[in-house]
């Protein structure tokens, strides 16, 4: 996405998810948009982000997963809101350390794509 600026020149958080692949410590950062103005951040390996990656969508995603500094994390598909009324939907819910995100499949997929991006080129912050 292109860098947003407001009136004083402050850049704005546009994407509701951007990674970041550090490859030498073989870690990604992964950040959440909560406003224009902030964002939390979580930090896995590269071997779980991938895990998470590759199983989020299968059976019921995945729920639980225990991480050093995170607690546990759940990223799965969902295929209805919450109780009682489970209407039906399609999104990609993502719970860690107290925080509930909800994120379009096509998000998820620019999530990715990205992701494999960052891990085939060399980005700016690349050694």
């Given at each position: ?114 992701y494999y991006h960052q891990k085939d080129n060399k ?5």
């Open positions: 996405m292109p860098t947003i600026l407001d009136e004083n020149d402050v850049v704005l958080f546009s994407d509701p998810i951007k990674t970041y692949l550090f490859k030498e410590k073989q870690r990604v950062k992964v950040s959440f948009r909560l406003t224009d103005y902030l964002v939390t951040n979580i930090e896995l390996t590269q071997e779980t982000f991938e895990f998470i990656l590759g199983h989020w969508k299968i059976n019921k995603g995945i729920r639980g997963l225990k991480t050093l500094h995170h607690g546990q994390i759940s990223w799965a598909y969902s295929t209805c809101g919450p109780r009682p009324a489970r209407v039906p939907a399609s999104m990609v819910c993502i719970n860690f350390s107290g925080f509930d995100f909800r994120i379009s499949l096509k998000e998820m997929e620019r999530v990715t794509e990205n980005m700016h912050w690349d050694a």
